[in-house]
């Protein structure tokens, strides 16, 4: 082969690349998972579902570690979609975040869900939301959810695990005593040792005490979703 004909087949490759990356990072959430899934979801979920202690990630490590490729990840996608919109829409003050086959609810102090101080009992207001919740669980039986339960950097280590432990215990309580099946849920918790933002400024040490909920396609969602694309 010519050095000209390489020339041209190198820029021709580069020229794909690209658009290859601005069609990623264009597409929507379901578009996303027929592609992370075949490509990308396993490096990913091998990264970061594996490292539960590293940095914030460990809840998006989990639902990354989900993925389901090529056409039944783009089913599952779509019915991920539906639940996320529905949770944001009924509960607006909670941050909802799409994460390939799954979906992510961040609730802090600025979201209503809130505990009693240095307590692990929840608010009536924290009832409330988390009502609005659990109905929208029972509308999407086919779904594992992880609850996670993280504090600030004030206090002592001790007593911030202890105290993450018991309100990540005291949310997935609540679900399942709301009827919903215990097989569901994983509850794990951090104490300050995962914060998402700046622990030196108050409104840092806010939004780290807070509770992760991670809602992922059960096994049951997957077989339907492979059988039904015929994979």
């Known amino acids: 082969m010519n050095l000209v004909k390489k020339i041209s087949i190198f820029f021709i490759a580069v020229s794909f690349l690209f658009a290859s990356c601005e069609a990623y990072n264009n597409s929507n959430k379901t578009q996303r998972a027929a592609v992370i899934g075949g490509v990308a979801g396993g490096i990913l979920g091998a990264i970061l579902g594996n490292n539960v202690g590293s940095g914030g990630n460990s809840e998006l490590g989990a639902v990354l570690g989900t993925v389901v490729g090529g056409a039944a990840g783009a089913i599952i996608g779509n019915q991920m979609d539906k639940q996320a919109k529905q949770i944001q829409e009924e509960i607006p003050g909670a ?36 009502n609005k919740l659990v109905n929208i669980l029972r509308e999407y039986p086919d779904t594992n959810v992880l609850i996670a339960g993280h504090t600030d950097s004030t206090g002592s280590d001790a007593l911030n695990m202890a105290l993450s432990e018991k309100r990540a215990k005291a949310v997935t309580a ?48 997957k077989e339907a979703a492979k059988q039904q694309a015929g994979q």
């Open 95 to 130: 941050e909802v975040k799409r994460v390939d086959d799954g979906i992510v609810v961040t609730f802090d102090e600025n979201s209503g869900v809130t505990f009693a101080v240095n307590k692990a009992i929840l608010t009536d207001e924290a009832k409330t939301l988390l």
């Open 174 to 221: 609540y679900f399942e005593n709301a009827g919903l099946a215990s097989s569901r849920f994983t509850t794990k918790w951090y104490g300050e040792t995962q914060p998402a933002y700046d622990n030196s400024t108050p409104e840092g040490r806010a939004k780290n005490r807070r509770v992760n909920i991670a809602i992922v396609p059960n096994e049951k969602m």
